[in-house]
Structures are given as structure tokens and as C-alpha cells.
Antibody
Framework: QVQLVQSGSELKKPGASVKVPCRAS????????INWVRQAPGQGLEWMGW????????TYVQGFAGRFVFSLDTSVSTAYLQISSLKAEDTAVYYC???????WGQGTLVTVSS | EIVLTQSPGTLSLSPGERATLSCRAS???????LAWYQQKPGQAPRLLIY???SRATGIPDRFSGSGSGTDFTLTISSLEPEDFAVYYC?????FGQGTKLEIK
């Protein structure tokens, strides 16, 4: 069965970087593009953009270009979200989801605190 | 930029009642790109409806979607205890702000 597996949580200091993995299983990795979604504590869902798993080409929604980078390692069927120069306001749960939106990872809580 | 506005913000109902949730787009959108999700605390969102009216795999038939143009509706015909959650509409990736369905 299709699964997207994410790590549980990350605690980082302001100014640091984090790389959030999303490991796919149960299907051919290049079948679906991967979306990334942010959910700040107590807030709604924000679509960050997506990455084409065939070409590796990322597309970023306005507001998520620059410090946010989507990448792939197709050898291990994994998509990554890297966030640099972390700020307190980056504290959120980050989800990956297939381009059909039918399959979601369980989310990774990134906490930015000194 | 299309903005999705969901109403009401909070809906208080009892099990067995009918729930009607609204999603209004700031301009006409394609029905094929309109979806609805359910999210419970501590869980990832779950796809309920895609293409405005098609139920996703495994979704009970008490959930139905309708609408076109700028106005879309998610209806839950008879609320079960497990249906109390937050519901989001989505159009081409972008989400509405959500409706919280709570037990009255």
C-alpha cells in the first residue's frame, strides 16, 4: 500500500537549518509528484509547493521561495524539505502528500527555539 | 490570486443532524480542482471529496460534495461521532481557512 513516512520531530535553534525527509513506499516513486504543506500551531493548512519526482523540478508557492528548498533522492524514494536560516515563525508541522492528495505523511513537527 | 472563504468558522451540531459547510471562491474555478479534507487533532488531513463531488476511496456515502463556479458545499447527511473535526476546501493546491465542526 502507498505510504509516505516522515520523521517525528526536530528541535532547532534560530538561524540553523533542517532537512525534513518524506520516504515513499508501496509504489514507484516517480509515479506521483510530492507536495509540501505547512501547518503552524492551531492554524490552517498552507500549500508550500511541489516537486516533480521525474525531473526533480521544484515549484514554490509565493512566500516559500528562498529559504525553502525541495529536493529528491530517488535511490531511496525520498523527498526532502530543507529550511535554512530558521526563525521562530517556522515552527509548524510540515506534511508531504502525493500529487493526488490521497496520500499524506504523518507530518514532522519542526520547533525553532533558543 | 484566488481566495477560498469557508463558512461558518465553527458549526455546532448534534450527532444525527445534517451538516452543511460552504466554500466560496473569489472567482470562478474549475470544479475538477475543488477538494474537501477532514482533519482530526494530531492527524494528517484526509481527502474526502475531489472534483467537487466525487468521494475518495473508503469515504462513507454520508459525505457528499456539490457546487460549481464560485460556490461549493460539503454535506454530511447524518453526523456520526467521528465526524467532528476541522474541514478544509482546496482549489489547485490552495486551502480555505477551515470550518470546525463541533459537538453541540
Amino acid at each position: 500500500q502507498v505510504q509516505l513516512v516522515q520523521s517525528g520531530s526536530e528541535l532547532k535553534k534560530p538561524g540553523a537549518s533542517v532537512k525534513v525527509p518524506c520516504r515513499a513506499s508501496g509504489y514507484t516513486f516517480t509515479t506521483y509528484a510530492i507536495n509540501w504543506v505547512r501547518q503552524a500551531p492551531g492554524q490552517g493548512l498552507e500549500w508550500m509547493g511541489w516537486i516533480n519526482t521525474n525531473t526533480g523540478n521544484p515549484t514554490y508557492v509565493q512566500g516559500f521561495a528562498g529559504r525553502f528548498v525541495f529536493s529528491l533522492d530517488t535511490s531511496v524514494s525520498t523527498a526532502y524539505l530543507q529550511i535554512s536560516s530558521l526563525k521562530a515563525e517556522d515552527t509548524a508541522v510540515y506534511y508531504c502528500a502525493t500529487d493526488t492528495w490521497a496520500y499524506w505523511g504523518q507530518g514532522t513537527l519542526v520547533t525553532v527555539s533558543s | 490570486e484566488i481566495v477560498l472563504t469557508q463558512s461558518p468558522g465553527t458549526l455546532s451540531l448534534s450527532p444525527g443532524e445534517r451538516a452543511t459547510l460552504s466554500c466560496r471562491a473569489s472567482q470562478s474555478v474549475s470544479s475538477s480542482s475543488l477538494a474537501w479534507y477532514q482533519q482530526k487533532p494530531g492527524q494528517a488531513p484526509r481527502l474526502l471529496i475531489y472534483g467537487a463531488s466525487s468521494r475518495a476511496t473508503g469515504i462513507p456515502d454520508r459525505f457528499s460534495g456539490s457546487g460549481s463556479g464560485t460556490d461549493f458545499t460539503l454535506t454530511i447527511s447524518s453526523l456520526e461521532p467521528e465526524d467532528f473535526a476541522v474541514y478544509y476546501c482546496q482549489q489547485s493546491g490552495k486551502f480555505g481557512q477551515g470550518t470546525k465542526l463541533e459537538i453541540k
